[in-house]
T-cell receptor, first 113, second 115 residues
Framework: GENVEQHPSTLSVQEGDSAVIKCTYS??????FPWYKQELGKRPQLIID?????GEKKDQRIAVTLNKTAKHFSLHITETQPEDSAVYFC????????????FGKGTLLTVNP | DSGVTQTPKHLITATGQRVTLRCSPR?????VYWYQQSLDQGLQFLIQ???????AKGNILERFSAQQFPDLHSELNLSSLELGDSALYFC??????????????FGEGSRLTVL
């Protein structure tokens, strides 16, 4: 069935530290794994994504890793800044055939100055 | 600004009532998605339309219905409202065909409060 589990639900770090958020998925047909950031009162926005043909992707301070065998993927944020504080959602395209996304329940990241 | 427009931004109504939420996708986008966001459930997929036709269905209640019109705007109808329907309803669109990178472009959402 379609299920994306995300951990932790809340994460508090000091400015400059790294943050890691992990997700697991159940549908072996999933082949697209995006991460969305939602600031308070705002809409979700894509920050990075990865497809099943690669194991890692980086974009400045953020990176995503994918382990297809274990069906899990992770978001890594280095040198965190207060403006990184937001709710982060992982997702997959359960079924693999179109871009209907199934989201995890989100992680509230707080970066303390 | 994502280019996706949702109205109304806020809506307060009573139990048992019926409301309609409206969404206009980005210019050129053919797909429209509806998501429900409540505090404890994250972003729940409701339904997807592509060029006027239903493409995928998620956890959408029978009291809810949606459609996409020839001009590609979409409406989500919520009827016999219950307190638990209070949530933020997001519409999103995605680029068509070969232009589709997978990214969903979300609107600002419609916050529904049922009293």
């Amino acid at each position: 069935g379609e299920n994306v589990e995300q951990h932790p639900s809340t994460l508090s770090v000091q400015e400059g530290d790294s943050a890691v958020i992990k997700c697991t998925y159940s549908d072996s047909a999933s082949n697209y794994f995006p991460w969305y950031k939602q600031e308070l009162g705002k809409r979700p926005q894509l920050i990075i994504d990865i497809r099943s043909n690669v194991g890692e992707k980086k974009d400045q301070r953020i990176a995503v890793t994918l382990n297809k065998t274990a069906k899990h993927f992770s978001l890594h944020i280095t040198e965190t800044q207060p403006e990184d504080s937001a709710v982060y959602f992982c997702a997959d395209n359960s079924g693999g055939s179109n871009y209907k996304l199934t989201f995890g329940k989100g992680t509230l990241l707080t970066v303390n100055p | 600004d994502s280019g996706v427009t949702q109205t109304p931004k806020h809506l307060i109504t009573a139990t048992g009532q019926r409301v309609t939420l409206r969404c206009s996708p980005r210019s050129g986008d053919l797909s429209v998605y509806w998501y429900q966001q409540s505090l404890d459930q994250g972003l729940q997929f409701l339904i997807q339309y592509y060029n006027g036709e239903e493409r995928a269905k998620g956890n959408i209640l029978e009291r809810f219905s949606a459609q996409q019109f020839p001009d590609l705007h979409s409406e989500l109808n919520l009827s016999s409202l219950e307190l638990g329907d209070s949530a933020l309803y997001f519409c999103a669109s995605s680029a068509p065909g070969q232009s589709n990178t997978g990214e969903l472009f979300f609107g600002e959402g419609s916050r529904l409060t049922v009293l």
